[in-house]
């Protein structure tokens, strides 16, 4: 069965700062991958996703992530931290066998704290 | 982009009763998922919703507990029966529009506070 690691349960930066949030997967082949960002009282934003071919991703809000398969890694980054940032993201897979990308496995989830 | 509605968006109940959350979609879906969001945790996928036949239960959730209905492409229904304190989370709707390389979108969740 698939799985997903966040490895920090939570983070805080000062604004400006860069960031990287860390997504590590178990799973037999590549699966589709996905960062999600929830803010508080608010539903699920897709931030950005990979299904195959470049291994860098650009997403919204300034937001990218690598994929780096001999790491099993999806580590999302951003070069300079805005306080409106502060959230919960969360790394997702979907396992491409099964005919969707909209059955997923998420992991624990990281809270991003930002200082001014 | 579609909009995704879940009623009711919060609501407190009665240990031992049930709530019936409900998710619309203004267009039409070809899957449709329910998510469960325990306090401080996670999401967990509950089920599949299956147009016109059974729901598919991931391993942990069962018919009984977690009754779902989906009467078409755009509807759908989670229950959660004789519930319990332990059933206090944020319950997700989320939905596939089809096709290559898409994305699941989200509904604004229910937060469910079982008293």
């Known amino acids: 069965a698939q799985s997903v690691t966040q490895p920090d349960i939570h983070i805080t930066v000062s604004e400006g700062a860069s960031l990287e949030l860390r997504c590590n997967y178990s799973y037999g082949a590549t699966p589709y991958l996905f960062w999600y960002v929830q803010s508080p009282g608010q539903g699920l934003q897709l931030l950005l996703k990979?299904?195959?071919?470049?291994?860098l991703v650009q997403g919204i809000k300034g937001f990218e992530a690598e994929f780096k398969r001999s790491q099993s890694s999806f580590n999302l980054r951003k070069p300079s931290v805005h306080w409106s940032d502060a959230a919960e993201y969360f790394c997702a897979v979907a396992n491409p066998r099964s005919g969707t990308a909209s059955k997923l496995t998420f992991g624990t989830g990281t809270r991003l704290q930002v200082t001014l | 982009s579609a909009v995704i509605s879940q009623k009711p968006s919060r609501d407190i109940c009665q240990r031992g009763t049930s709530l019936t959350i409900q998710c619309q979609v203004d267009s039409q879906v070809t899957m449709m998922f329910w998510y469960r969001q325990q306090p401080g945790q996670s999401l967990t996928l509950i089920a599949t919703?299956?147009?016109?036949?059974?729901?598919?239960?991931e391993s942990g959730f069962v018919i009984d507990k977690f009754p779902i209905s989906r009467p078409n492409l755009t509807f759908s229904t989670l229950t959660v029966s004789n519930m319990s304190p332990e059933d206090s989370s944020i319950y997700l709707c989320s939905v596939d529009f089809g096709g290559r390389n898409t994305e699941a979108f989200f509904g604004q969740g229910t937060r469910l506070t079982v008293v």
């Open positions: 990979y299904f195959s071919g470049d291994t």
């Open positions: 919703a299956n147009q016109g036949s059974e729901a598919t239960y």
